[in-house]
T-cell receptor, first 116, second 115 residues
Framework: GAGVSQSPSNKVTEKGKDVELRCDPISGHTALYWYRQRLGQGLEFLIYFQGNSAPDKSGLPSDRFSAERTGESVSTLTIQRTQQEDSAVYLC??????????????FGSGTRLTVV | AQTVTQSQPEMSVQEAETVTLSCTYDTSESDYYLFWYKQPPSRQMILVIR??????QNATENRFSVNFQKAAKSFSLKISDSQLGDAAMYFC????????????FGQGTRLTINP
């Protein structure tokens, strides 16, 4: 596609429920990143996928968070047993390749998750 | 680990005037890249300008320019002739040349443009 697409745009869920957030990167971009942005704060790195290599999961805050990516296509970020502290905007980005990151990432518009 | 600090949570400027946003970072690497991103209310992050650490010349993109001081680990963004459309959150970000290719972001500065 022309840009990075994220769905849903907004999600309200009850505490304790599981949620899945979806990211469609730009076609041909091998690197994909997830970030979390709490209200009024900067972006926190969550996880990074590069091709078929093992993902860098060093930013995942707890074992309730997981992400998958099939090949170089769609990625899903899953949050199990959601807590109110999980309320944030979840941003996805992609780049042509890790070295392409020097040209900057292309970001989606994010999913705003609200846990009530 | 690298860290990026933006000490100005909010800034405001009159339309058509110049404003400078500050950013400092901490790293032990000698080769890296620095970025300024803009985030309007649409939430989508937009790349404003990029600086390679090995280049002494400051990057410029139209009304946007940087003051890169490598020894001081400082990377400020200057916006000249501010326009209403410049109002947004601005984030400074760091990318190491080697190793993990993931951006490290500062906390952001909210820029308001007064008409």
């Amino acid at each position: 596609g022309a840009g990075v697409s994220q769905s849903p745009s907004n999600k309200v869920t009850e505490k304790g429920k599981d949620v899945e957030l979806r990211c469609d990167p730009i076609s041909g971009h091998t690197a994909l990143y997830w970030y979390r942005q709490r209200l009024g704060q900067g972006l926190e790195f969550l996880i990074y996928f590069q091709g078929n290599s093992a993902p860098d999961k060093s930013g995942l805050p707890s074992d309730r968070f997981s992400a998958e990516r099939t090949g170089e296509s769609v990625s899903t970020l899953t949050i199990q047993r959601t807590q109110q502290e999980d309320s944030a905007v979840y941003l996805c980005a992609s780049s042509l390749e890790p070295e392409g990151a020097v040209d900057g990432y292309t970001f989606g518009s994010g999913t705003r998750l609200t846990v009530v | 680990a690298q860290t990026v600090t933006q000490s100005q949570p909010e800034m405001s400027v009159q339309e058509a005037e110049t404003v400078t946003l500050s950013c400092t970072y901490d790293t032990s690497e000698s080769d890296y890249y620095l970025f300024w991103y803009k985030q309007p209310p649409s939430r989508q992050m937009i790349l404003v300008i990029r600086q390679e650490a090995y280049k002494q010349q400051n990057a410029t993109e139209n009304r946007f320019s940087v003051n890169f001081q490598k020894a001081a680990k400082s990377f400020s963004l200057k916006i000249s002739d501010s326009q209403l459309g410049d109002a947004a959150m601005y984030f400074c970000a760091y990318l190491g040349y080697w190793g993990a290719q993931k951006l490290v972001f500062g906390q952001g500065t909210r820029l308001t443009i007064n008409p």
